[in-house]
């Protein structure tokens, strides 16, 4: 789906869902896209900026976009009945009166992969997953052998097949 015809369904949702709003809260809802988003699908902030991972609406399914829009305008709705963003029962009874899913958390798929990840030195087991390499593993351990962590491509799915052959020998 293209951002274009996301904002398309936004618009529609918005006037369909946020027409008992004052002006005020009405006119402050807007939609953004950011590149930036890799581990959530969107976001809504006090101001009634509602952000879509660009991601996700380049590869998701228009039935979780759909739900994600929802799911994010029902947080400003609740915000502005309640002065809360969570995922309140306020928020939840709105979402769910939306036709949205009413779950918090969701295995959608359209997220980038994660390109890294942190094994254990001794077995290889795979003990996290990230985007980027900022932390140094220096001084960490594994919970499962005690010892040393690493990164790794994950990418290349051959250099932990290696390094499991590597340990076997």
Known sequence: MTQQEARKIYNSLKNEFCSDLSREEFAKIHLTFNSRLKKSFGRCSVYGEI???SHFVQNG???????????ELAHYIAYCRTGRLGHCRVWKNIFLSMGGSGRAKSKKKGLPAM???????ECCSIVGKRHVRR???QGY????????LEWIDLASLEAIVQKVKAKRR
Not at 115 to 121: F, L, S
Not at 141 to 148: E, G
């Open 51 to 53: 952000e879509l991972s």
């Open 61 to 71: 399914s228009e039935e979780d976009i759909v739900d994600t829009i929802k799911h």
């Open 115 to 121: 390109k890294y990840g942190i094994v254990c030195t």
């Open 135 to 137: 932390i140094k593993l």
């Open 141 to 148: 351990r594994s919970n499962c052998c005690k010892k040393p």
